[in-house]
Each structure stands twice: as structure tokens, then as C-alpha cells.
């Protein structure tokens, strides 16, 4: 289910300044890698529908190319629009656009004979790349698909969680090339990089990691961590809480929001992880400098 996508990166023509010891300066004209960012439409076609271009739209979101089936599965488990690996038969670009064009549309292929009652007035929304579904209405749903609290999970010693930036960093290929994209990265209870995924937004890059994990039947995610580089929002959490991660770690802040979510399902969630400090926002019985 590997989607064919537009590059990650583009060559842009710059003009760059630069400021010698004596205080002169002079701009060069060089060309420079960006990080892309393009729409991406997620569709559905339920069982019962053969014609593709009848499939329902039910989300819109500014993205960075690339994993893209991992993209649309990983928002459509966290929306709970698709909770079991064999709900989703397969995922496809559409075919009856331009070559230019069709990456940037992706159909679901649903088991259901049905798309879900109510999808298209309840669900029909863009996603932006930095902004995300926030309030404290959807905690009471995250309940209902979320009742239990989170595994046990694994206890980690300081220095693992002090070394996962600097994997999350060397792991960042595009990052490297353009400075302009978010990570998340998903690691083992001894820092062990699983996978690492990046975007544009935040929580596309959440999307893409977990979508991969769903696609490959490795959910729930019960005896690993997340690390994510930017600040740690309700609905990271949330797309963690539903993914069965037990450890959240954030380069940057957590919102207050975020925070309820951590305590209420008992996850831990680590913020400001850098310069080898962190703050434990929820969950310190994980960590074995707390551990009872």
C-alpha cells in the first residue's frame, strides 16, 4: 500500500546573504531545497460502491508528499472512522485524473457495505498542517472508543528518554535537507528506533507513523514510545491514547488540554526533552527514577 506521491523536497531559486568579518556583505543568487507542501483529499468507497468517483470526501489536509496511504490510514484509525486492519481493504490513488493531480487524492476502500451514518455531515472537514480538533467536548468521546486505561508499559531509565532527540534528529533525512519539517518517531523501551516519520504538520507525521503501524498490524503500540519534535497538543495525545502509546515525549510544550488527556488514561507524557532535561507532565511511576 506504498502511495506514489509528489517529491518531499523542492529546488527554489534564493537569494542568500552573507556578512564577512570586516561587516561587508553581499547577496548570492543559489537555489535551495524547501519542503513541499500540497493538499491531499481522503476519500471513501464503501463495499457496496464499484465507481471510485463516487467516493465520499471526508477530509482535506495540507501536507508534506510521501507515505501518503499511511497518511489517510493513520487519520482514519485516530477518527475511529476504521478501528480493526481487515476495515480497510486497500488504499489507491484515483486513476481518472491528471498524472500531476492524482497523487494528491486518495481513496479508502472500505469492508463496510456502507460509509459510517452521518460521515459525511459529522466528518467533513479540512485538516490544516498545524492546527488540530481541540476542546474538552471530545474528551467524553475519546472515552467511549478509549474506557480502559493504557497498558502498564515499560519502565525507562532517564538516559533513554535524554537520547531520543538526538535520534529523532539523525533519523530526519528531509529535515536535514530543508530545516522544515515535524517528526514523530517511534522507539523501543531501550531507545531503539522502530520507525520515523516527518511532514509539514505535526500531526501528519503522527498520522503517517501510526497509519504505517495499523497498516502493518502492529497496534496497539502498548510497549513503546513516541517522541514527537514539536510541543505535545491535545490531539497528539489523543491519536496516541488511541493507538495504545504509553509514553509521549515532546521536544517542547504540552498543552493544558494534552496534559488532562495524559492523566486521565494514564499515560506519561514528557515535555521539554532537550539539553538533557525533561519536565514529567503525567505518568512518573514509568520512569525508573521514580518508580516506587
Not at 243 to 264: M, Q, T, W
Request: glycine share 10%; with cysteine; hydrophobic share 45%.
Amino acid at each position: 500500500m506504498m502511495g506514489s506521491a509528489g517529491g518531499a523536497t523542492r529546488r527554489v531559486a534564493i537569494g542568500r546573504l552573507s556578512v564577512d568579518r570586516a561587516g561587508g556583505h553581499g547577496l548570492h543568487r543559489e537555489r535551495d531545497a524547501v519542503a513541499t507542501e500540497e493538499p491531499m483529499q481522503i476519500r471513501l468507497l464503501p463495499a457496496s460502491e464499484r465507481d471510485a468517483r463516487r467516493a465520499t470526501p471526508v477530509a482535506v489536509t495540507m501536507r508534506t508528499p510521501g507515505n501518503d496511504f499511511e497518511l489517510a490510514a493513520g487519520f482514519l484509525f485516530g477518527e475511529g472512522i476504521v478501528r480493526l486492519r481487515d476495515d480497510l481493504v486497500a488504499i489507491r490513488n484515483c486513476t481518472d485524473l491528471d498524472e500531476a493531480e492524482r497523487h494528491n487524492i486518495v481513496t479508502a476502500h472500505l469492508r463496510a457495505p456502507a460509509v459510517p451514518m452521518g460521515l459525511h455531515l459529522e466528518r467533513h472537514f479540512t485538516m490544516t498542517s498545524a492546527c488540530g480538533v481541540c476542546g474538552k467536548a471530545h474528551l467524553a468521546a475519546l472515552e467511549v472508543r478509549c474506557p480502559a486505561p493504557l497498558s502498564r508499559g515499560p519502565e525507562l531509565p532517564a538516559e533513554v528518554l535524554l537520547g531520543l532527540p538526538a535520534s529523532l534528529r539523525e533519523a530526519q533525512t528531509v529535515f536535514g535537507r530543508t530545516g522544515g519539517l515535524h517528526a514523530a518517531g517511534l522507539f523501543t523501551a531501550d531507545g531503539g528506533l522502530v520507525a520515523l516519520r516527518e511532514d509539514v504538520g505535526r500531526h501528519n507525521a503522527l498520522d503517517k507513523l501510526i497509519g504505517w503501524a495499523f497498516l502493518e498490524g502492529r497496534l496497539p503500540l502498548v510497549d513503546q514510545v513516541v517522541c514527537v519534535s514539536g510541543r505535545a497538543s491535545y490531539e497528539l495525545l489523543q491519536k496516541a491514547v488511541v493507538a495504545g502509546v504509553p509514553v509521549v515525549a515532546a521536544v517542547s510544550a504540552p498543552s493544558s488540554l494534552a496534559i488532562e488527556v495524559a492523566e486521565r488514561f494514564g499515560a506519561t507524557l514528557i515535555g521539554f526533552l532537550r539539553d538533557q532535561r525533561f519536565n514529567v507532565y503525567s505518568g512518573a511511576q514509568r520512569l525508573v527514577e521514580y518508580a516506587p
